[in-house]
């Protein structure tokens, strides 16, 4: 059983927005910090943004001022509003339980993610 579900990725102009969303089992969801990572082609996993259990969040200093991550407790969700969009922000865009304080560490293996792409 996949425990996280990602969607909302697509293709967009340089400038465009973008809400992705990260659904997870109420369990799951509760007690974890959730981060989004990104893989582009040919690159490492990195952190893009990632959201404590209480609310305190993280960003990448590539996205900072640009995406918003948060979390909906009632509907067991993440989401990542990405706002003007550049060609280097094209990746697979993953979401996971965090299991260290530097987000280098997490829980379950990597899903599918969901494909953003940014044309210039």
């Known amino acids: 059983q996949v425990p996280f579900v990602e969607s909302g990725g697509g293709l967009v102009q340089a400038g465009g927005s973008l809400r992705l969303s990260c659904a997870a089992s109420?369990?799951?969801?509760?007690?974890?910090?959730i981060g989004w990572y990104r893989q582009a082609p040919g690159k490492l996993r990195e952190l893009v943004a990632g959201i404590t259990s209480g609310g305190s969040t993280n960003y990448a200093d590539p996205v900072k001022g640009r995406f918003t991550i948060s979390r909906d407790n009632a509907k067991n969700t993440v989401y990542l509003q990405m706002n003007n969009l550049k060609p280097e922000d094209t990746a697979v865009y993953h979401c996971n339980a965090v299991l260290s304080a530097d987000f280098r560490l997490v829980q379950y293996q990597w899903g599918q993610g969901t494909q953003v792409t940014v044309s210039s």
């Open positions: 109420a369990s799951t969801f509760s007690i974890n910090t």
